[in-house]
């Protein structure tokens, strides 16, 4: 049977910038304050410059470090690709059904496929296959999956769909 690739790990870009985008402005922002001329109440207290520098270092750390933890694990996604060290399941998809919004109001689906479960939402953080509408019941799929410790889920590193 032919397959064709929907979707490869080691083909895609990375596309989970918003972390890092998220800290540059963090890290903008007293620059910004700071420099405007027009701006003079920071110059009256100290405390407000502790304080908007606090923000500053606070909001940069956190996007930095939500943007380490995806950007090394789609790294690693890529290297368990590579590495040959996915599982690889083949079959007919069974039990296909859409989850329930998730607070982000994303929409998730879940199906199995030769007695292994995959979900996955759509516009997720997660670095593997998450295309919400693609997947139905039935298909003749071939997946290559990665089992992470720090989750149930699997991801999705190569998607194959039969002709």
């Not at 997720?124 to 997947?135: E, L």
Request: glycine share 6%; hydrophobic share 40%.
């Amino acid at each position: 049977m032919h397959y064709n690739v929907v979707f490869d790990v080691t083909q895609t870009g990375y596309r989970q910038w918003s972390a890092l985008v998220l800290a540059i402005i963090f890290a903008a922002i007293p620059i910004i304050v700071i420099s405007y001329k027009g701006f003079v109440w920071w110059r009256s207290s100290f405390k407000r410059i502790k304080f908007l520098l606090f923000i500053s270092a606070f909001g940069c750390l956190m996007g930095t470090s939500d943007f380490y933890h995806h950007y090394s694990n789609y790294l690693r996604l890529q290297s368990a690709m590579r590495d040959s060290k996915c599982v690889i399941s083949e079959g007919v998809v069974t039990q296909f059904h859409k989850l329930p919004e998730s607070h982000q109001n994303k929409p998730g689906e879940a199906f199995v496929v030769n007695g292994l479960e995959f979900r996955y939402r759509d516009g997720s953080a997660q670095n593997g296959f998450n295309r919400v509408g693609f997947i139905r019941s039935g298909m003749q799929i071939r997946i290559y999956h990665f089992d992470k410790d720090d989750s149930i889920d699997k991801d999705i590193t190569r998607l194959e769909v039969a002709q």
